[in-house]
C-alpha cells in the first residue's frame, strides 16, 4: 500500500513540469522539479510506488511529453483521474505510466489513503477505507507496455 497525493481538476502541464526547468530531458533532472508549481515540497514527499490521484483533464495544456517522464521519475506508479487531456494519456501510456480512469476512486480517495492498483483485473483497493473500485482494465498490449517500461522498449521486444 502506498501514499497518495491529491490535486484537482485541470492540472496543466507546465504545472506538472515547468518551462523553465525544459533544459534537459533527462528523466532524473525533471523529477527534482515534478508538481514544483502547483506544490512546492511534492519532490520532497513523494515516494517510490506512491499514487498520484486528481480530479478532471489531468495533464491539458501543451503536448509535452516531459509531463509523465517527470512523474514516473519520481517513483509514481500511476495516475488516477476522473478524465485526462488525450495527448497527456497518450504520452503516459508511450513512457510506461499507467493512467487510470476511475471517477469514483478520484472522488472518494483522500489524502493519507493508503491504495494499491490492479491493472490487470483493473481495480483499486483503498485499504483506509475498505473501499474498491472498479476502472475499464487494460487490453494485454497496453499491460505489456507498462511491464516493459514503455512504448520503445515493447517495440523493441515485440516487432
Known amino acids: 500500500m502506498n501514499n497518495v497525493h491529491i490535486y484537482k481538476d485541470n492540472v496543466d502541464t507546465d504545472v506538472i513540469i515547468p518551462a523553465r526547468y525544459l533544459n534537459s530531458s533527462d528523466p532524473e533532472h ?5 508538481m514544483e508549481d502547483i506544490d512546492q ?3 520532497d514527499r513523494v515516494e517510490v510506488g506512491d499514487f498520484i490521484v486528481a480530479g478532471e483533464n489531468f495533464g491539458c495544456g501543451s503536448s509535452r511529453e516531459h509531463a509523465p517522464i517527470s512523474i514516473k521519475a519520481c517513483g ?23 493512467a487510470i480512469i476511475c471517477p469514483e476512486a478520484a472522488t472518494a480517495i483522500e489524502n493519507n489513503n493508503k ?12 485499504t483506509s ?3 474498491t473500485y472498479e476502472f475499464q482494465k487494460y487490453p494485454e ?6 511491464d516493459e517500461g ?4 515493447y517495440a523493441k521486444k515485440y516487432w
Open 76 to 98: 509514481v506508479k500511476a495516475v488516477i483521474a476522473k478524465s485526462f487531456a488525450r495527448i497527456y494519456f497518450r504520452n503516459s501510456v508511450n513512457i510506461g505510466l499507467p
Open 30 to 34: 525533471l523529477a527534482k522539479y515534478c
Open 115 to 126: 491504495i494499491s492498483v490492479d491493472l490487470e483485473k483493473g481495480i483499486i483497493t483503498n
Open 150 to 153: 514503455g512504448l520503445v522498449n
Open 129 to 131: 477505507k475498505e473501499e
Open 141 to 146: 498490449f497496453m499491460l505489456k507496455i507498462f
Open 41 to 43: 515540497e511534492f519532490s
